[in-house]
DNA sequence: TTAAAACCTTAACCTAAGTTGAGGTAAAGT
DNA sequence: ACTTTACCTCAACTTAGGTTAAGGTTTTAA
């Protein structure tokens, strides 16, 4: 009995998942090391990953897209619950926080937004007032920095 | 006639400039080197600044706090005059312009949100149609590589 | 059975946006 | 005059989020 019939379908190598997620399998490896995703190993020393997996890569990458970072997401993940493969209703309570992090930076977002020509526009440069101007102001609750976001054109 | 007498009011040093806006000496030097600001040398070889110089910080500290990356300051920079000092109206195109791309990163963000619970949440990940799970969305619009949808779980 | 494809590890490299430190000069305060 | 502060250059280091390459092993397909 080889090792991929004995796990047939509940199994995949990380060639598998990478084609699958659309990462590379370097990502993977790097994702791992981060503690962000687990594996184990076969008898020839090669990854093998839960279908679970999949969903988190899936997170990592929504959670990136709208700037939350590997480490936010590693913070996250500590939610779920360890021993048991997390249900729809961990993912959701998850998700869920995430929105409204979101709503926090949209909102932050559209606070500068709406300075932005007042400030940069006019002759003032009032720093002592202006969040565009104020060096303390840390993006919400997290001191995240700015959001960075991905190239719109 | 000192060099400070000579040039009062109108010329800053590295240090005087970085304390009024709030950023180290180092990242003056940083931004000179990367062209986002200029000085002249005195007769010491210390670097002088045109008040102008203030502003040009600023909108780069704001820029970056929404999310706009220093090269891309640059190249709004390059529509700034050459020879003169830029007015009033030359910042508020260059801020009316980066408003632009706030509402088009804004609305992209409360997509990416309304989408977040839905995604993360529920158990189909629907990724051919999903904002979150395609990798090469650039807001919408143009055909993305496939991803190959199979059961998860 | 053998060749190709996939996998392994470790280390070095990459960009962005700076920061830190060493070793030396200039300007300012007393 | 002298001492402290400010400034100079250059090189190396930092964090995040990976990527690439080298050299070796395992798995798979013909």
């Given at each position: 009995?080889?090792?991929?019939?004995?796990?047939?379908?509940?199994?995949?190598?990380?060639?598998?998942?990478?084609?699958?997620?659309?990462?590379?399998?370097?990502?993977?490896?790097?994702?791992?090391?981060?503690?962000?995703?687990?594996?184990?190993?076969?008898?020839?020393?090669?990854?093998?990953?839960?279908?679970?997996?999949?969903?988190?890569?899936?997170?990592?990458?929504?959670?990136?897209?709208?700037?939350?970072?590997?480490?936010?997401?590693?913070?996250?993940?500590?939610?779920?619950?360890?021993?048991?493969?997390?249900?729809?209703?961990?993912?959701?309570?998850?998700?869920?926080?995430?929105?409204?992090?979101?709503?926090?930076?949209?909102?932050?977002?559209?606070?500068?937004?709406d300075y932005m020509?007042?400030?940069?526009?006019?002759?003032?440069?009032?720093?002592?007032?202006?969040?565009?101007?104020?060096?303390?102001?840390?993006?919400?609750?997290?001191?995240?920095?700015?959001?960075?976001?991905?190239?719109?054109?």
């Amino acid at each position: 009995m080889t090792e991929s019939s004995k796990t047939t379908e509940a199994t995949w190598s990380v060639g598998r998942v990478a084609k699958r997620c659309g990462v590379k399998v370097s990502t993977l490896h790097f994702y791992e090391q981060k503690g962000l995703i687990k594996s184990w190993r076969n008898d020839g020393n090669q990854r093998r990953y839960k279908p679970e997996v999949l969903r988190r890569i899936s997170v990592i990458k929504a959670a990136q897209k709208v700037g939350i970072s590997l480490e936010e997401v590693k913070q996250a993940f500590l939610s779920l619950p360890d021993s048991r493969t997390p249900t729809m209703e961990d993912w959701q309570l998850l998700s869920s926080n995430w929105q409204q992090l979101l709503d926090a930076r949209i909102a932050y977002l559209q606070k500068l937004r709406d300075y932005m020509t007042g400030c940069i526009g006019c002759g003032c440069l009032s720093m002592t007032k202006c969040p565009l101007y104020n060096p303390e102001d840390k993006l919400g609750a997290q001191g995240t920095g700015p959001v960075i976001l991905e190239q719109i054109d």
